[in-house]
């Protein structure tokens, strides 16, 4: 009897999704680990500017993965299948045109920004702007590729979604280790495009097979060669932008930083930074996974109106926060031996105490908010979350400027970081009774 409750556990889509994070995030964590040894702080911190430039780029999707991941079980609910494939077909296209549309505002941005002298690089320019190029193309095709993900959520099939990060990563560690090992004399030129190439070809690769896959296994019908069926574009669109709106505001919330950190301090000061918020989103990503998991049973349960799964979901998530809360406690503690065997005791000698401490606290409101917003997503029921990460983002800016100027440093950046996870916490949490309580009276 006990073994086939763990083994139903197990077989549950959020706790594989939640394994295969945290093998992604293993295996993310012994990335960096090479790769600050391979490239140095300085070749690191030029990788980091290099990497955080192209992650912006994910943002800006007009929310179509969001979309089908609330629409396909939507469809799937009304028994509407036959629909899919039209939807599928109608996002790949739009997401191609996207694609095609980044790269060429990358292409102008590169040629026409002074990029050495803002972010304080000391490599030749003519260097930096051809690797950020060809950063710039091997995101556009992963950018088309990755639309894979999204379709394995919409199928209430997310751990798929999961496995696929966590083969890249892996496949993307064996490589940083074969450079490590028998490439390690060569120019730091020669090393930053090593790293590219690899980085690009392995994610390429990987969200390749698993698209050919989905089409394999899914006996969904696309149509890629007609013009766009503006009924359905249009209707992918007008969701999609708001989700863009969301994910637009979380990118300046949560991925601007560097770039302030570059422009007003040292780049000693930016792989700090970097190296606290990859050593906590291993926890985050791995929490956050089995949270994301949710999203499309919550719009499939939403459209079935199965209200009582909502209640005893809400209820399991409150008791399963205390567990990660202790988790978060014990995983802080052993960050202090861990740091300096990851990234060396250089580094780890730059990183107080207090870091640690607020960056717990900033990954557990997040994953508090993140439920919840989840939970929005999945009924599409948006209005609040940009209205919120709307002011939140208007805030941020200059106040981070300000910090920065006078001279708070990291300790002001975590702090304001904080407060505004915490304060996401408390809006999104009353938000959800008041929601629940009227989608039972409807």
Known sequence: MILKKIKDKLSSQAIQSTIYKGLTGAFMFLSIS?????????????????????????????GISNVLKSKIPELISKKQEFLIGNYISESI?????????????????????????????FLENSFIKKVFLLNGLFFSVNFVLSINKSLYIGVLNPKISELSATISQILFFILILVLFLFFKKIPIQEKLWAVTIINGISTILINGIYLVIFFHRQNYQLNLISRLNLSIS?????????F???QIFMVVIFFSDPYFIASYCSPKQISVFDILTK???????????????????????????????????????????????????????????????????????????????????????????????????????????????????????????????????LNGIFLQLLFFMLLWAIIFKIESKFVIKKIINE
């Open 34 to 62: 090479l790769l600050v040894r391979y490239l140095g702080e300085k070749g690191y911190g030029i990788w980091v500017l290099i990497f955080s430039f192209f992650q912006w780029g994910l943002y800006f999707d007009f």
């Open 93 to 121: 296209k739009i997401t191609f045109l996207i694609a095609l549309i980044l790269f060429s505002i990358c292409c102008i941005v590169i040629f026409t920004f002074d990029i050495n002298s803002t972010f304080n690089i």
């Open 234 to 242: 249009s209707q992918i669109l007008n969701n999609g932008l708001k």
């Open 244 to 246: 863009m709106l969301i």
């Open 279 to 409: 050593l906590y989103q291993l926890p985050l990503l791995v929490i956050i996974s089995g949270l994301a998991s949710f999203w499309p049973f919550f719009s499939q349960k939403y459209h079935e109106k199965d209200f009582e799964w909502f209640k005893k979901i809400f209820q399991t998530f409150q008791k399963a926060f205390y567990l990660i809360f202790i988790l978060l406690i014990f995983f802080t503690l052993f960050s202090n031996y861990l740091i300096p065997f990851w990234v060396g005791k250089q580094i780890d000698n730059l990183i107080r105490n207090e870091y640690l401490i607020f960056m717990m606290l900033i990954v557990l409101f997040r994953v508090y908010f993140t439920f919840y917003a989840n939970f929005f997503n999945g009924i599409n029921r948006l209005n609040s979350q940009i209205l919120v990460m709307g002011i939140t983002t208007l805030i941020k800016i200059p106040l981070t400027i300000y910090i920065l100027k006078n001279g708070f440093g």
